[in-house]
């Protein structure tokens, strides 16, 4: 018993060692399996990209870069990319809009509803996909039921459908981030520009607005990058419209082609090209 | 997607409230409301009235895949009866993916707070990035992964592990499913943790630890509980699309035993005749579950950012 005592006094005790051990390296090595982790489906498509295989793109049979030659090659797979990337586009700039300018009405004025309006944005986010896809479904199908019937028009699901469900559920996301940015401005600036006889209109633009937009930006990404891997709703609204997630979906019960890896690792390097960029043009800004 | 990061972080300290409208300008709010709130209420609140409608919907006997309007509260009592199993798989997978998004994106989160350094940038990068390989893409990929011919299965068999799993494999089976609702909701849960630890002061968790002298109680005490908004915000993002996915264990689970409410909902919709009304209370009662839920953690746990 006395031993053990001294021999505690003499060095820290096992807490301690412990958490100087784990404080030193545990977080830093699980935070590198864990990223591992999240790569390990991209690099496998990425694999499977190059795979020269017969009739679905499963069992490895032998390197190939004819996928890569010819990455339109499978019936559809270009089409619903495009499709994909001109509904992101599309219910980017609408929602980033939209969303913006909630967020200035929430954050910069006192109004009856204000409280109302926080819960409205709030609670898209909290609903879950299938939810939202499956009501609008509901709306649209009788919608354009009672439209055909009374005016003989042709309405059904696809493009625009897709665009406004996904316009919806990203409005919520931009205000919340364009939210964020607002309230973490320091008031004082836009203060001293007024103590500095701007009027309203300038001090908005001139101080406002610049000191908002990397906020604005990193909405209208997000918004993007939601858009244009939404599945759920997608599926509920698209009718025979196929965007890009869809194509891989359907095709999986057949057999994916291995342009869908092509593409799908394009996009990833692609995006990761132009995130790398923008931080390297903030980094310089910011010197 | 780096925006979500904000969501953990909250705003500026104890923002007050707006000043008040100079006289005579009291329509600009409301301007600048109008346009996002109309498309919310048109393409949010009116659709979910109308869903509403259809799950009290009673269908003609003799004519499957017609109905009328009625008050009918009985497909509730089916849906939630019927599909019970279905409720308790969506509740506990999408529990156990968030534990376990919590588990791996903590000290990950940790790491890029306190230890990345100069790497801190490109961590956030890599932590963003898969997102652009299409999330059905990847999901399907982690099939192939942990198909029983896969490199998984075969690691776990070599170690004699794989009898532990059930049926003795992985693929089509619940561990598969939580392990993919795992994987595709992990960055929803580290970004806002990564926001609320960035802005806590390092120092302040050093003089916990000189005052706790124990790694645990130190993480318990003062790091966890700074970090609480992106916690909530992160276990929250993680959560409710996990309960509400039908994807993973539409390729990731089997035909039988791991279907969630998502995969009834969806088949009700689209491949059963005359599930319509069904799938329309199955909708409303796993919203209703989960804005329960929601209400009462933030209620709990108080977090006004959110809100």
Not at chain 1, 76 to 104: H, K, P
Not at chain 1, 255 to 281: E, R, T
Not at chain 2, 248 to 256: I, K, R
Request: hydrophobic share 50%; aromatic share 14%; with cysteine.
């Amino acid at each position: 018993m006395s031993t053990q005592t001294v021999g505690t006094a003499y060095r820290p005790s096992l807490g301690k060692r412990v958490q100087g051990w784990l404080a030193g390296r545990f977080a830093m090595i699980v935070a590198v399996l864990v990223l591992l982790y999240l790569f390990l489906p991209v690099f496998y498509t990425f694999i499977f990209s190059f795979n020269d295989y017969r009739k679905s793109n499963i069992e490895w049979r032998g390197f190939t870069l004819k996928h890569w030659a010819n990455p339109c090659g499978a019936a559809g797979a270009c089409d619903s990319l495009v499709t994909s990337l001109e509904i992101g586009l599309l219910s980017t700039l609408v929602a980033t809009m939209l969303g913006t300018l909630v967020a200035f009405a929430l954050v910069r004025h006192r109004f009856r509803g204000r409280g109302a309006s926080n819960i409205l944005v709030f609670v898209p986010m909290a609903t879950p996909e299938i939810v939202l896809g499956a009501s609008l479904l509901t709306i649209f199908v009788n919608g354009f039921t009672q439209l055909n019937g009374w005016f003989g028009t042709d309405l059904k699901l696809g493009f625009w459908t897709i665009t406004i469900a996904h316009i919806m559920f990203c409005i919520s996301f931009v205000v919340v981030s364009v939210k964020a940015r607002l309230q973490s401005l320091d008031p004082r600036l836009e203060e001293a520009a007024q103590d500095l006889y701007a009027g309203p209109a300038e001090t908005f633009w001139k101080i406002t607005f610049p000191l908002v937009l990397p906020g604005i930006v990193g909405a209208a990404l997000l918004a993007f990058s939601l858009s244009f891997d939404d599945f759920i709703i997608t599926s509920f609204v698209s009718g025979n419209e196929t965007t890009f997630p869809k194509f891989v979906y359907v095709s999986y019960l057949r057999g994916i082609p291995a342009q869908a890896n092509v593409i799908g690792f394009s996009m990833f390097v692609i995006a990761l090209a132009l995130v790398i960029i923008g931080q390297i043009v903030g980094n310089a800004r910011k010197k | 997607m780096s925006a979500l990061a904000h969501m953990g972080g909250g705003g500026a300290p104890a923002t007050a409230m707006p000043p008040k409208e100079p006289s005579g300008r009291s329509w600009l709010p409301y301007l600048l409301l109008l346009p996002g709130v109309l498309w919310l209420l048109v393409f949010f609140i009116y659709p979910l009235a109308q869903l509403f409608a259809v799950s009290l919907y009673s269908d003609y006997p003799d004519y499957p895949g017609y109905y009328y309007q009625d008050v009918n509260w009985h497909n509730y009592v089916r849906a939630l009866t019927d599909f019970l199993p279905h409720f308790g798989r969506s509740m506990l997978y999408a529990g156990l993916a968030t534990f376990f998004a919590f588990v791996l994106a903590y000290p990950l989160a940790y790491a890029m707070a306190f230890k990345a350094g100069k790497w801190r940038g490109i961590m956030m990068i890599l932590v963003i990035a898969p997102f652009f390989t299409s999330f059905i893409l990847r999901t399907i990929a982690w099939r192939q992964i942990l198909a029983d011919e896969g490199p998984v299965a075969w690691v776990l068999e070599h170690l004699h592990l794989l009898s532990f799993m059930p049926n003795g494999r992985i693929t089509e089976t619940w561990v598969a499913v939580v392990a993919g609702l795992t994987y595709n909701f992990l960055p929803f849960m580290v970004l806002p943790i990564y926001a609320s630890l960035e802005r806590a002061d390092p120092r302040v968790i050093e003089a916990g630890g000189d005052l706790y002298a124990n790694g645990f109680t130190t993480f318990r005490t003062v790091t966890l509980p700074m970090s609480m908004p992106g916690v909530i915000a992160g276990t929250l993002l993680t959560f409710i699309p996990a309960a509400g996915d039908y994807v993973n264990a539409e390729l990731l689970g089997s035909d039988t035993g791991t279907k969630m409410v998502g995969n009834v909902i969806e088949s009700q919709f689209f491949k059963v005749l005359g599930g319509y009304p069904i799938a329309a209370a199955l909708s409303f009662s796993l919203m209703a579950l989960i804005l329960a839920m929601v209400f009462l953690y933030v209620r709990r746990y108080g977090t006004e950012e959110l809100l």
